[in-house]
């Protein structure tokens, strides 16, 4: 017998006779999986809520039940009832940039799992009037608390004056907000690529950077900037770029032009895409003659030629940390304006070498 056949004989018999089920023709009630586990409509509640006060073995028996009759609980009803839904809002930039999209992705995922929906509010810019319609919006369709990803530089005074009465998570916003705020330690990051390429006997690390607006791209050329000073390293003016492959090859254009230039720190995966092919274009060989390092680790930059070393985020982890903090707020009503920063790691491939 497999284990799911076990584990389904077992519950089976932990929920009792199969005559209890209900009539055919409508769905299961709680009534129905209450009679069925024999115990209070209270007990049922109490385990679908995760109630710590309640006895293994009647948890046992209800979840028997539960999984007998196939009962998925009444999400309208229970808002009726509690004054919140089982959905989350998210307000996003509307982008197709990486980075974004996968955070976006990384909060449904986290959602799901917790038995939450989720309804976006998709943004053209980051300010104080579209945030707060965005959100007043939100508010509107009565969910249970907000998840904001804000990595453009504005206002953070701005989410005080929002007046809503549901919790909101900040993800990879101003470190100074006033609201909880997840994060990946973006500045790390860009140390650890510019270290990596400094130990490989580069005199000094060129950069494309992100666009200035973005708080991750100010943070990753500070990052940059301060490992050169520390390896005293004399840093030089960075390559002004917009998140795309094209500005990627824009500045790739430039420094392939410049001797000087044999490592190269990308501020994201698609401006290294864009670099990578300006280098190839003008006979300058990666990693031979010059070293490159992306942000981000992509789908893909395992699979650029060559493959891409670059620093990874964990947005999966960025999505379950946001969650778990934004459902403790909904569940336990508390308010605290807790920071969670999350560290990224590089992944070293092939577009890297010594120094020629």
Not at 190 to 198: F, K
Request: a neutral charge.
């Amino acid at each position: 017998m497999t284990g799911d056949a076990a584990r389904t004989t077992c519950l089976a018999a932990a929920a009792g006779p199969a005559a209890a089920l209900p009539a055919t023709g409508r769905p299961p009630t709680m009534t129905d999986v209450a009679r069925l586990a024999g115990v209070s409509h209270q007990t049922v509640s109490r385990v679908l809520h995760d109630h710590p006060r309640v006895k293994d073995s009647t948890r046992l028996r209800v979840l028997a039940a539960i999984e007998q009759l196939g009962y998925r609980p009444n999400l309208a009803a229970r808002a009726l009832v509690t004054g919140r839904t089982q959905t989350l809002g998210v307000v996003t930039l509307d982008t197709t940039f990486f980075g974004p999209v996968a955070t976006l992705y990384g909060v449904e995922r986290a959602a799901r799992a917790r038995g939450y929906v989720v309804s976006v509010a998709s943004l053209r810019s980051i300010d104080r009037a579209s945030v707060d319609e965005a959100v007043h919006r939100l508010v509107a369709q009565s969910v249970a608390g907000i998840v904001l990803i804000a990595p453009l530089a504005w206002d953070a005074a701005a989410l005080t004056a929002l007046g809503v009465d549901v919790p909101i998570v900040v993800v990879e916003g101003d470190p100074d907000a006033p609201l909880p705020v997840v994060t990946v330690d973006q500045r790390t990051g860009a140390r650890l690529a510019t270290q990596h390429l400094l130990g490989l006997g580069h005199r000094t690390v060129f950069h494309v950077a992100g666009p200035g607006e973005w708080l991750e791209a100010r943070a990753r050329s500070s990052g940059w900037r301060s490992a050169l000073e520390a390896a005293g390293a004399e840093a030089p003016p960075p390559l002004a770029g917009d998140w795309t492959a094209r500005s990627g090859y824009e500045a790739g254009k430039a420094l392939a032009r410049m001797g000087e230039a044999t490592a190269v720190f990308a501020g994201n995966d698609h401006m290294a895409l864009g670099l990578l092919r300006a280098l190839y274009e003008h006979g300058r060989r990666v990693p031979d003659e010059v070293s490159v390092v992306g942000f981000d680790d992509s789908a893909e930059s395992a699979y650029l030629n060559p493959p891409l070393t670059t620093v990874r985020q964990d947005f999966d982890e960025v999505g379950q940390r946001s969650l778990d903090l934004l459902v403790h707020q909904v569940e336990s009503g508390a308010r605290d304006a807790v920071r969670i920063v999350i560290p990224p790691f590089l992944v070293v491939r092939a577009s890297t070498a010594r120094r020629p």
